[in-house]
T-cell receptor, first 111, second 114 residues
């Protein structure tokens, strides 16, 4: 799986939007961009994924750059329950199924 | 629809004992993955199984660790002769398909080796 680069940590105020960036300059044409998060003392949780177009679901939005070398996970209104480590992961369609976790971004949300 | 279940949630073993970690995938899921998270470190893939078959064990330590996913019953991760360095959180995930299908994770088993 191709490598991703994320900031180690970010802070946000509650009720404000959060933009979590991810760089993946070596992404290949068949790599999907997946985001998972891990809340304290819990297992990882799927957030969202996409290939080329921007994606929205009930949890978040995923904005993918036109050249696909970067993406941004958007939490529209952060809450205290969104405090977690967020992982950006590339997965090659049709090949190995394992998830390769990097160090992720630790998001702190304050009142 | 129950999620991925893991038991026990906490397991304490003395050095040299065996540890058995169980994972029941979500209903309808036939693909199971095991990951390990050492203290203050990231999640590392260990093994991927599909009913009765090991598909990818590239992350499994060569000795003392084994995994199975029988036709009936949960997937088992077995660690023989545990050492202090095996202390970690072990997470199981399941999916309906392989490839880029979403993986659903269990709450994990926290193994402590005394």
């Amino acid at each position: 799986d191709a490598k991703t680069t994320q900031p180690n940590s970010m802070e946000s105020n509650e009720e404000e939007p959060v933009h979590l960036p991810c760089n993946h300059s070596t992404i290949s044409g068949t790599d999907y961009i997946h985001w998972y998060r891990q809340l304290p003392s819990q297992g990882p949780e799927y957030v969202i994924h996409g290939l080329t177009s921007n994606v929205n679901n009930r949890m978040a939005s995923l904005a993918i750059a036109e050249d696909r070398k970067s993406s941004t996970l958007i939490l529209h209104r952060a809450t205290l329950r969104d405090a977690a480590v967020y992982y950006c992961i590339l997965r090659d369609d049709g090949t190995a199924s394992k998830l390769t976790f990097g160090t992720g971004t630790r998001l702190q949300v304050t009142l | 629809n129950a999620g991925v279940m893991q038991n026990p949630r906490h397991l304490v073993r003395r050095r040299g004992q065996e540890a058995r970690l169980r994972c029941s995938p979500m209903k309808g899921h036939s693909h199971v993955y095991w990951y390990r998270q050492l203290p203050e470190e990231g999640l590392k893939f260990m093994v991927y199984l599909q009913k009765e078959n090991i598909i990818d064990e590239s992350g499994m330590p060569k000795e003392r660790f084994s995994a199975e996913f029988p036709k009936e019953g949960p997937s088992i991760l077995r660690i023989q002769q545990v050492v202090r360095g095996d202390s970690a959180a072990y997470f199981c995930a399941s999916s309906t398909e392989a490839g880029t299908d979403t993986q659903y994770f269990g709450p994990g088993t926290r193994l402590t080796v005394l």
